[in-house]
């Protein structure tokens, strides 16, 4: 059975920095596609960021610039990592992978950005 387990969720002040994992097992074949998504409080879930398994990116605007997606394939290990982070990027963040054509999601590490 595939899972992702993610880590790296905390909180920090405005302008810090925090780099989210997500680990994925249970799988005989690398992810296709891994990304790593948000969803505030009232908000709809959003796409962060994407990240191909020949490292072709994708990012929202509102992180571009701030945000750098990247993947070890032989870990089948995906990584967020988050600069100058504003309090409008608090949110829980949900890692997602691709394998096999079947979607699966992480269970969500919490990012609070406050002073």
């Known amino acids: 059975q595939v899972q992702l387990v993610e880590s790296g969720g905390g909180l920090v002040q405005p302008g810090g920095s925090l780099r989210l994992s997500c680990a994925v097992s249970?799988?005989?074949?690398?992810?296709?596609?891994m990304a790593w998504h948000r969803q505030a409080p009232g908000k709809q879930r959003e796409l962060v960021a994407g990240?191909?398994?020949?490292?072709?990116?994708n990012y929202a605007a509102a992180v571009k610039g701030r945000f750098t997606i990247s993947r070890d394939n032989a870990k089948n290990t995906v990584y967020l990592q988050m600069d100058d982070l504003k309090p409008e990027d608090t949110a829980v963040y949900y890692c997602?992978?691709?394998?096999?054509?079947?979607?699966?999601w992480g269970q969500g590490t919490q990012v609070t950005v406050s002073s």
């Open positions: 249970g799988s005989a074949f690398s992810p296709y596609f």
């Open positions: 990240i191909t398994g020949g490292g072709n990116t």
């Open positions: 997602y992978a691709l394998v096999s054509r079947t979607g699966y």
